[in-house]
């Protein structure tokens, strides 16, 4: 809102400035004929005024600009690295094939952690991969037939975090997200199996 402001305030200038001086001009025409390079003098320094006015305008934008891009790259810096986090503490956990309660708290931090960065479309499925967890965990062991079920819930939420993190990219690209999809759970069944 304050950028809206300075913009149109130095709209305003700059139509104060081309109005007082197309007027001044109109006087400096009339009164001044015998001096020579007066109209010359008056809008040279009209111009200048108002290529001042103008460029301040344009740095004031180009700053908002560069701002919002710096805040975008950080917040997908602070994604990735949550997602991440968690991929590799649900790693850490298929490792020890047990889960304690201290690992149901992280897990619990985890999911606020994600609530706070991840997209409506990564909450659902992290929502679907919660159901799947806790029943594959409700025993506090996770054996083999519970790491298949955990991985191919992690497969769908990793395609919702890949849409999240790289989508547009990916829709730049032309690549299918069905086909995406398919192939990361085709990857996920076959390191499972391997």
Known sequence: MNAVRENLIYLSLTAVVVVGGYAFLRYAYKVMDQAPFTQEIVLIILGTVATVLITAMLLNKQTEVELKKEQSIKFIELKSDIYMAFISYIEQLMLEKAFTEQDHVRLQFLTHKLAMVASPAVLVQYQEFLEVFNRSARDASLDKRD??????????????????????????????????????????????NG
């Open 147 to 192: 790491g298949s079920a955990i991985t191919s819930a992690l497969a769908k939420l990793t395609v919702k975090i890949r849409q999240d993190l790289v989508g547009e990219l990916d829709q730049d690209d032309l690549y299918d997200l069905a086909l995406i999809k398919q192939q990361v759970m085709d990857n996920a069944r076959e390191s499972f």
